[in-house]
């Protein structure tokens, strides 16, 4: 089977950076991928990483350890706007189709 | 641009009835996905298709059916609904980066 864990909650002040991790276990790895989500709103698409290595777009940045099983998605800048839930997922585009998402992990960024 | 349209948007249901939840997407994807999302939870992956005429079980299937008859469609049914179904559902579509509808609301009474 497929699981994945994050932190809960993490709470970081505007303009610092953040760290937000993602452990899983699944059989078939295909490529871990972050998704935003404000309350009330639709989960939207942040980044994919099919290879080991760091992911770059804009503030945000995704790191991928297949060896270690481990990612994590690096927040910078960050600004009051970024307050949202963030959602590892695992899956990809060569898999079986299945994506699992993880519980996710509630960013309060405060003032 | 639609993307990925849900309907309906919001219901509410006596325990027992049924009712059929509609996902339509114009972006010509071969997946397609229905999430389960309760307070405080992540998604929970209730069926998945790979393409037209063809479903998968995910996570949690139980009390829900599927359908992918066109491939622009799927369907998430709820043949005898129950108060453990309440809950807010999204559908996607996509391969690597996924599109979401904007979910629809479901209370079981």
């Known amino acids: 089977g497929q699981s994945l864990e994050q932190p809960s909650e993490v709470t970081a002040v505007e303009g610092a950076i953040v760290q937000i991790n993602c452990t899983y276990q699944?059989?078939?790895?295909?490529?871990l991928s972050w998704y935003q989500q404000h309350d009330g709103g639709a989960p939207t698409f942040l980044s994919y990483n099919a290879l080991d290595g760091l992911e770059e777009t804009g503030r945000f940045s995704s790191f991928l350890s297949r060896s270690d099983s481990y990612g994590y998605l690096l927040l910078q800048e960050l600004q009051m706007k970024d307050s949202a839930s963030y959602f590892c997922?695992?899956?990809?585009?060569?898999?079986?189709?299945?994506?699992?998402f993880g519980q996710g992990t509630t960013l309060q960024v405060k003032p | 641009n639609a993307g990925v349209t849900q309907t309906p948007k919001f219901r509410v249901l006596k325990t027992g009835q049924s009712m059929t939840l509609l996902c339509a997407q114009d972006m010509n994807h071969e997946y397609m996905y229905w999430y389960r999302q309760d307070p405080g939870m992540g998604l929970r992956l209730i069926h998945y298709?790979?393409?037209?005429?063809?479903?998968a079980k995910g996570e949690v299937p139980d009390g829900y059916n599927v359908s992918r008859l066109k491939k622009q469609n799927f369907l998430l049914g709820l043949e005898s609904a129950a108060p453990s179904q309440t809950s807010v559902y999204f559908c996607?579509?996509?391969?690597?980066?996924?599109?979401f509808g904007e979910g629809s609301r479901l209370t079981v009474l």
């Open positions: 996607a579509s996509g391969s690597g980066e996924l599109f």
């Open positions: 298709s790979v393409g037209e005429g063809t479903t």
């Open positions: 699944t059989s078939g790895f295909y490529g």
């Open positions: 997922a695992c899956g990809g585009s060569s898999n079986t189709g299945k994506l699992i």
